[in-house]
């Protein structure tokens, strides 16, 4: 199908599905250079695929039908598999992403009143306000100036996380602590072929050793938070409102229980884990979506004008930028932050025809599955219309899963969406990014999915200040 009548739809850039799978050495390489080279054509086309691999015998699920099955309505029978915890338990200790059992249990509704639409309401004004400094810096800087789109938005998602779990308080040098966090997300995002046998944790990894002062550093800057904070709490003296607080102070409606000082720590972290990089990308693919498409970014430039103008970013705006949102859930189609979800079953599970043994391993790679030629008019193509009111109805729940699914569903999906809408338009309304022409832009996955090499764009200012003196 044609964009218009002459106008074909964009298609990004994906690694072209393989013939046939890799042999081992061939696969192992792969899965730690870049996941995404090792899915094949079948994988694209087929509702279920099962194999015995590398890593024992794995069946990747497309159906939606059977994704329900495994994500919500057989829930009790899935368990987040060993690797998955292997790669991320070392960095995000057992927190919320990491837990299992009754523990997660536990924690989930400890945790769950934190991220409420009416919690993640009260972030708005540090969202608006990080974003309003991001573009203020941007537009003291010369027309055509080159930036690295990629870093900045991994910049910004950072900075939201800091005000809305520290608030204040900082007595650390704020790009050492973006340093520090950025290497120990490096160090742990790639997948060793240790983790992949399953050898024992004693044994470094490289990139985990690598990694290590920057653990370190991490660690030593949030115990210090926590016991600050709770000096402050313990005071009587007024706290700020942020997520530190609400953990501190959160317990569970059942016993009442508090979170421990290490449960406390392993969340923060998992915060800043699991929803910094993942944010940043989904704002920087839509900003080079955006960049080469134009008839796409002139209708995003339209709205956010009409909807915001000159004036102040305010709450009820979010809910009118229904394109910007259509363009940043079609970015998380085509290249979605988590690109792979797993799970172990703990019993036998059969689903119709298909049988899922005990021990074995289920893949749900949102990747594939929002692609799939099954699934999906126009898989490839850059199309934010299907995610319009008047077409996203037809889009199955289980076929797009960028978020997940069922009770593990993201935690902190609202707080990420209205923080992407925030950033997004705060962004259209100021400038304009286009691509470095000689740039080659390539989606690599890393635990989330990131343009290779960074992103570097060329700014041009659409309103507000004008160039005056660089900013540094
Ligand atoms: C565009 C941004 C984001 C994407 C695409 C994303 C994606 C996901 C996905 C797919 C899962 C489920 C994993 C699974 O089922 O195995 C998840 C879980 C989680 N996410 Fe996000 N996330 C984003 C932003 C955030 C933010 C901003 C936070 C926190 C501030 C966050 C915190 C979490 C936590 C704690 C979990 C674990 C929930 C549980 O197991 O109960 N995420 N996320």
Redesign the pocket.
């Known amino acids: 199908m044609a964009q218009g009548l002459d106008v074909p739809y964009f298609r990004p850039p994906a690694p072209e599905p393989r013939l046939e799978p890799h042999g081992l050495l061939g696969f192992l390489m792969a899965i730690r250079r870049n996941p995404l080279t090792t899915w094949t054509v079948r994988h694209f086309e087929e509702r279920v695929l099962t194999g015995e691999g590398a890593l024992g015998r794995m069946t990747v699920v497309n159906d939606p039908a059977i994704i329900r099955h495994i ?1 919500l309505d057989n829930v009790a029978n899935y368990r ?1 598999d060993d690797l ?1 915890l292997r790669v991320l338990a070392p960095g995000l200790g057992r ?5 299992e059992g009754d523990e ?1 249990k536990l ?2 509704r400890t ?1 769950a009143p934190l ?1 409420t639409p009416r919690t993640v309401a009260g972030f708005f004004p540090a969202m608006v306000e990080s974003a309003n400094r991001l573009v203020q810096r941007w537009q003291r800087r010369s027309e055509g100036r080159v930036i690295d789109a990629s870093l900045e938005m991994t910049r910004i ?1 950072l900075d939201v ?1 800091e005000r ?2 520290f608030t204040q308080g900082v007595s650390w040098d704020p790009d050492a602590l973006g340093r520090a966090i950025t290497r120990y997300f490096d160090g742990l995002g790639r997948i060793d072929p240790l983790d992949i046998f399953g050898m024992p944790a004693w044994i470094p990894r490289v990139g985990r050793w690598r990694a290590r002062p920057a653990i370190r550093f991490f660690d030593e800057v949030v115990g210090e938070l926590i016991t600050s904070r709770k000096a402050l709490l313990a005071s009587g003296a007024d706290a700020p409102r942020d ?1 530190l607080t609400l953990l501190l102070e959160a317990a569970d409606p059942e016993t009442g229980r508090g979170l421990s000082d290490l449960e406390v720590r392993a ?1 923060i972290v ?3 884990g ?3 990089e ?2 940043a ?2 704002l920087s693919w839509s900003l080079y979506l955006l960049s080469q498409d134009e008839r796409a970014r002139a209708r995003i430039e339209h709205e956010v004008d009409e909807v915001l103008g000159d004036g102040a970013f305010a709450p009820e705006h979010v809910e009118r930028l229904v394109y910007t949102r259509a363009v ?1 859930e079609e970015a ?1 189609r085509l290249y ?3 690109p792979f ?3 172990a079953a703990i019993a036998d599970d059969r689903i119709g025809d298909l049988l899922i043994p005990g021990g074995s391993v289920v893949t749900i790679a ?1 990747y594939v599955l929002h692609r799939h030629r099954t699934l999906w008019d126009e898989p490839d193509a850059f199309r934010p219309e299907r995610f319009l009111p008047e077409e996203r109805g037809r889009i199955d729940r289980f076929a797009y ?13 609202s ?3 209205q ?2 809408i925030v950033v997004l338009a705060t962004i259209v309304r100021a400038v304009r990014l286009d691509l470095d022409p000689a740039h080659v832009v390539s989606p690599m996955h890393r635990i ?1 999915l990131r343009p290779e090499g960074g992103l570097p764009m060329r700014l041009s200012h659409r309103r507000g200040e004008r160039a005056g003196s660089e900013a540094p």
Do not use: D, Y
């Open positions: 994500l987040k998955q927190g919320l992403l990491t837990a997660w924690q989930r945790i991220f998602t996380l809305t779990i997520l969340n998992t915060f800043i699991a929803g910094h993942t944010t990308n989904a940043l998380m979605p932050p988590a979800l797993s799970r949102p899963l960028p978020f997940g699914a069922g009770p593990r569903v993201c935690i902190g999906m707080f990420a969406i923080e992407a989330t």
